[in-house]
T-cell receptor, first 112, second 113 residues
Framework: DADVTQTPRNRITKTGKRIMLECSQT?????MYWYRQDPGLGLRLIYY???????NKGEISDGYSVSRQAQAKFSLSLESAIPNQTALYFC???????????FGQGTRLTVV | SQQGEEDPQALSIQEGENATMNCSYK?????LQWYRQNSGRGLVHLIL?????REKHSGRLRVTLDTSKKSSSLLITASRAADTASYFC?????????????FGTGTRLKVLA
């Protein structure tokens, strides 16, 4: 089984719909992250969490919200999806600042 | 934006040649990491270099770091077709007691057999 699992892997949704992307990890790490990847822009940080009670906005948090249900689970919600939120979304986890980040396989989201 | 930038954006080489890609960043860092991404898949960690290190090796990978120029380079020696992927640098900086990973825009490497 993968260390970081994202569901769904692919999703097409309509403008205005609420959608949740889920992430779970088996690494036992406290730190979890959500990134968005767009062609030519690399990965941009949406939200990050250092423990269940700690949620922080990244550089592009507008239009998104998150929930840290447990140490192993970190969900990303689009409250009212819009077409420019069409992107590849990644969840990641890390043990600390001097360690690597482990990534999920990504969720490809298309908003039509 | 805090994002770093990789250079070149795309690189095409023959199998057996060396590939060099560069990363520039904007903030003071604790460490810098390189990741590989195969097409549309998750990123995989390659190597980490701390801010007090200047060079690090791992197999066919060699990473250098120049904190005075806020830049790093990744060298892949004797490239193989399987090295075809996108490569990203990520800086880890501490701000107000917390830290986060900031990724660059990536270099797309194509190794021709």
């Amino acid at each position: 089984d993968a260390d970081v699992t994202q569901t769904p892997r692919n999703r097409i949704t309509k403008t205005g719909k609420r959608i949740m992307l889920e992430c779970s990890q088996t690494k036992g790490h406290d730190r979890m992250y959500w990134y968005r990847q767009d062609p030519g822009l690399g990965l941009r940080l949406i939200y990050y969490s250092f423990d269940v009670k700690d949620i922080n906005k990244g550089e592009i948090s507008d239009g998104y919200s998150v929930s840290r249900q447990a140490q192993a689970k970190f969900s990303l919600s689009l409250e009212s999806a819009i077409p420019n939120q069409t992107a590849l979304y990644f969840c990641a986890t890390s043990a600390g600042q001097y360690t690597e980040a482990f990534f999920g396989q990504g969720t490809r989201l298309t908003v039509v | 934006s805090q994002q770093g930038e990789e250079d070149p954006q795309a690189l095409s080489i023959q199998e057996g040649e060396n590939a060099t890609m560069n990363c520039s960043y904007k903030t003071s860092i604790n460490n810098l990491q390189w990741y590989r991404q195969n097409s549309g898949r998750g990123l995989v960690h390659l190597i980490l270099i701390r801010s007090n290190e200047r060079e690090k090796h791992s197999g066919r990978l060699r990473v250098t770091l120049d904190t005075s120029k806020k830049s790093s380079s990744l060298l892949i020696t004797a490239s193989r077709a399987a090295d075809t992927a996108s490569y990203f640098c990520a800086t880890v900086a501490t701000t107000s007691g917390t830290y986060k990973y900031i990724f660059g825009t990536g270099t797309r490497l194509k190794v021709l057999a």
